[in-house]
């Protein structure tokens, strides 16, 4: 059997979920952080490998629930992995034998739109009420309060919050996956499944398309494209200008989450790189006097 006796290693080997003996666990990689794991049990009676993906959920409990009944609402619209088993501390899902969007050789235009179409879908699930719905100030002030930074950084970041997010929210609300990133979405010979529901939270449409724009570095030039293809998808309309808002947020957002996890991860020097592409790309929408790349990595 090849396992690897280490702490979470065990502690999956005593999940009562799965058909069969283990017999192979290994860890992957799921987005860029958090520890998950490819399971593979044989059955005894009859000659399978049945696989399964397997997430530690404990490391990350603010946004657990969240993540937890989103998929589960996406998993019964068959846009995702069916769940297996679920408790505090882990979570099983049927495992999906395909490849992330990100690494297939499609044309930009044709990723954006399978993004789009499982966005679209995912917005009209009807949210569970207890699905946190969170406003984009108290998601910027998370990822600062994370961070360690001077006191002229801190009066700087808290004065550019305010006025980034002193706009009023669009007042429709649907269930937004938080990070629809290429690598978040697994194609197989079917079709494409949605993962990854850890910032999924009740929100503005608007922002899932900035993120979108965002997460996955696409041109500032491709906002009219995506929003034309999610209106077509969605059957509404949507203001480039109030996407163009959240986009700032989002740029600044995951700048923060990767300098955030830059300080404690292996891979810290893929962290800072993608901190800095999502600084400068706030630079350049000029919106402010403040650069943050300038402010926070130099």
């Not at 000659?47 to 603010?62: E, I, S, T």
């Not at 209106?231 to 949507?238: E, G, L, W």
């Not at 993608?274 to 403040?290: E, S």
């Amino acid at each position: 059997m090849t396992v690897d006796c280490c702490h979470y290693e065990q502690a999956i080997l005593q999940l009562p979920c799965f058909d069969g003996a283990v017999s192979k666990i290994k860890k992957i990689p799921q987005g860029l952080s958090h520890h998950c794991y490819l399971v593979e049990c044989q059955s005894n009676s009859i000659q399978y490998v049945r696989r399964y993906f397997v997430k530690y959920l404990a490391d990350h409990q603010v946004s657990a629930s969240n993540e937890s009944l989103s998929l589960q609402l996406a998993a019964d619209a068959a846009i995702s992995p069916k769940i297996i088993y679920l408790d505090q501390q882990w979570l099983v899902t049927a495992y999906i034998d395909g490849k992330t969007l990100a690494s297939l050789k499609l044309p930009l235009e044709e990723k954006i739109k399978q993004a789009l179409q499982l966005m679209s879908h995912c917005h009209q699930l009807t949210a569970d009420a207890a699905i946190s719905n969170l406003s984009i100030r108290t998601i910027i002030e998370r990822q600062i309060a994370q961070l360690q930074f001077n006191n002229e950084q801190q009066l700087q970041l808290s004065q550019l919050a305010d006025e980034l997010v002193s706009f009023t929210e669009a007042e429709t609300k649907v269930l937004c996956h938080g990070d629809i990133n290429f690598s978040n979405i697994i194609v197989d010979s079917k079709q494409a499944w949605l993962l990854d529901f850890e910032c999924a939270f009740v929100g503005a449409r608007e922002f899932d398309l900035a993120m979108l724009v965002a997460v996955n570095n696409l041109p500032k030039a491709s906002v009219e494209f995506v929003i034309t293809e999610y209106c077509q998808r969605a059957n509404t309309s949507i203001k480039e200008s109030e996407v163009n808002t959240y986009l700032a947020c989002c740029y600044l957002i995951n700048g923060l989450w990767y300098l955030n996890h830059a300080c404690s991860a292996d891979n810290n020097q893929e962290y800072l790189l993608l901190a800095h592409q999502q600084l400068l790309q706030f630079d350049q929408l000029a919106i402010t006097p403040i650069s943050l790349f300038e402010l926070l990595c130099h």
